[in-house]
């Protein structure tokens, strides 16, 4: 890829942060979660994006970082009289010790055996997180300071999704993304050809990882009250990868894009229809895998509007 | 004739499956710098051996020494790094990555991106795929991959080339480019080429030597014409007279 095309890349990167620091002050409280959560759906998506987009191991328990993280914060904050901002740091350095222990035994499973690992492994975060009741509060919950901290959060996430948008454009655009691809599209071959698998998937899988973690944080001191249920939700999974491969997986644009669209229509739906927007979801997302199956960007390549491949 | 220098040294090889001795006790050695032929029966080992070399598959026993040091044990990528590359025998391509990027992604960490993409251009040139640089590796013909396989196992400049039937699904005029090809770099690059085929015209006219395999055991090894009348090839091949 040319000079250009990343300067055209960035500079469109750098308009989309002049609108989202300008915004939150001429908005009221509600667009301003709302724009904090889609953010954060942003770092989840694209972060997922990493290990199962440009891996190809796709993961159905990515939620269990992003559970580490806000328990880091949750705990930290209360129990322990720490300032929120640190507290994401240690959330972040638990997840890559976490992602490292679980990804060495479970990267060598494939498909569909790895997905079910990581159900797996994130459910039995989840039930420490309900027994460990010294550390966790157990299925009791932590409640935060209820302070209003709506701004703070929000330049936060901004902050979290700037660094994973930067990260996945360096993957997406670089001889270690291409490697990746390599794994996922054959592993043999890749490791025939000079490719060490095991270093590679598992730099992959920590640096998907670590953002989530960042974004628990934030979201724990947000909504003020955590417990085991909802920070381990696997519907938070299911989100992440529904909204990266309605973008496009395996793309940069791609996840920001479905991210931004599903996001908002879902938020749309559910203030309008409470209990009939989970069916249209439904009902949307098996119209997307039968006809679009490779998400909007496979779409646009199809069409001729986006090259193939990452590096070109 | 002098001996040659011995690029890979293979000591009494083995690799069962259950019952099956698909490989059983091969021993061989590849001379340096020359393009030498595996041949034999479909099922006689010699994927498996290939496979053995490479470190896809785990030998069960028995060595293989290149460069003074046995690499049995090894893993893939560990002994690519040291300078064996490959083709496969069902092309591994990948599918839904670019020519340029199948390229890329079999290029050293170690040379800058610069360089890499030098070379992958040049390759590409060679086996006339440049017009297809965009497309995806899985749009191709079946020979147009068994030519992208090739060059991209030429990425790092590797000093031993292994071709797992590089002449099957090929077109003649195609195929007549890579024997070229694969004769430029025995004679003017020095590299040690061993070739599974099952056309017998590329392994008559092209290799200086040829080994023969059935039953996962070496039965004849020397010059393609005293192979093509050795008593035990031709029965392994055609059953008893």
Redesign the interface.
Known sequence: MGQKEHLRNFGMLAILIIILCALPSNINLYLRSVIMFTMMYVVLSLSWNIISGYTGYVSFGHVMFYGIGAYATGILVVDYGWHWIPTLFVGVFVSFVVSLIIGFPVLRLKGPYFAIAMLGAAEGTRVVATVWEDLTHGGEGIGLPNVENSFETYFAMLVVMLATIVVSYWVGHS?FG??L??I???E??????????TFYKLFAFALSAIFPAAAGGIQAYKVLYIDPETEFFILVTIYMKLFAMFGGK?TVIGPILGTFILYIVQEITWVKFPTAHLIAFGVFIVLVARFMPRGLMGFAIDKGWA?????? | MAEAEIALDIQNLKKYFGGIKAVDGCTFQVPKGQISGLIGPNGSGKTTTFNLLTGVLEADSGDVFYNGENIVGLRPYEIFNRGISRTFQITRIYREMTVFENMLSASSMKIPVREARERAEQLMEFVTLTKLRGEYGGNLSYGQQKLLEFARALMTDPDLILLDEPAAGVNRTLLNNLLEHIHHLQEDQGKTVLIVEHDMNVIMNHCEKVFVLDYGVKIAEGLPEDIQKNEDVIEAYFGHR
């Open positions: 001889r291409i490697r691809n390599a996922r599209e054959d043999i071959a890749a490791e025939s050809l000079g490719i060490n698998t395996g090259r193939k491949g990452m590096v070109h």
